[in-house]
């Protein structure tokens, strides 16, 4: 398989300010990541593709304002939700993929708590 | 966009018994994954099945892409099995597109 790690494992903030998360491809190179978000006793869902050298595709509801997403090279894509409340607290998770049509691989995943 | 509904949503069982996970999906897929995930949300990947049949251990899966459905198969289930079962798909739109999940079955193994 491969290895995606994220950073940090969970974090805790006050409402307003920003958090930025990390996404790696340890083993491999990813022109694509991708962002979801979980909220307790629900699925995974899209948030947005993150391209490496050009901007995040953002799916339907989600702002991009709000989470700004930075794919800066080939093994590192970042997540920033600014200005964050309450209502942000979730568990976000990162995937990648070796390339193209191929099985993807998840990060540990970060839990947000805004407080 | 693509459908993904799984079954059953809970599933309790004693420890040795055997389950069947189903999947089904509304559209052609590129991608199909099970997931694991643990109970720190980490998700461990089971399966890359498409198509066909693999077989890991306890763990098998089954995935008839014509009919679009895919089960999971758990034999001589442990408490460690417990945990939520996602099955996810990537539709054959072209290109390496994010996956879509189904909201998963959640498994409970006692002892």
């Known amino acids: 398989g491969a290895v995606v790690s994220q950073h940090p494992s969970w974090v805790i903030c006050k409402s307003g300010t920003s958090v930025k998360i990390e996404c790696r491809s340890l083993?491999?190179?990813?022109?694509?990541m991708f962002w979801y978000r979980q909220f307790p006793k629900q699925s995974l869902m899209l948030m947005a593709t993150?391209?490496?050298?050009?901007?995040?595709?953002?799916e339907q509801g989600v702002e991009k304002d709000k989470f700004l997403i930075n794919h800066a090279s080939l093994t590192l894509s970042t997540l920033t939700v600014t200005s964050a409340h309450p209502e942000d607290s979730s568990f976000y998770i990162c995937?990648?993929?070796?390339?193209?049509?191929?099985?993807?691989?998840f990060g540990q995943g970060t839990r947000l708590t805004v407080v | 966009g693509i459908q993904v509904e799984q079954s059953p949503p809970d599933l309790i069982l004693q420890e040795g018994a055997n389950s069947t996970l189903r999947c089904n999906f509304s559209?052609?897929?590129?991608?199909l994954q099970w997931f694991h995930q643990n109970p720190w949300g980490q998700l461990i990947n089971l399966f890359y099945?498409?198509?066909g049949t693999k077989q890991n251990g306890r763990l098998s899966a089954t995935t008839v892409a014509t009919e679009r459905y895919s089960l999971l198969y758990i034999s001589s289930s442990q408490t460690t099995d417990s945990g939520v079962y996602f099955c996810?798909?990537?539709?054959?739109?072209?290109?390496?597109?994010?996956?879509?999940f189904g909201k998963g079955t959640h498994l409970i193994i006692q002892p």
């Open positions: 993150s391209n490496e050298g050009s901007k995040a595709t953002y």
């Open positions: 559209d052609s897929v590129n991608n």
């Open positions: 996810a798909v990537d539709g054959s739109g072209g290109g390496a597109d994010g996956l879509t």
């Open positions: 995937s990648a993929r070796r390339g193209g049509i191929s099985e993807a691989f």
């Open positions: 083993d491999f190179q990813a022109t694509t």
């Open positions: 099945i498409p198509s």
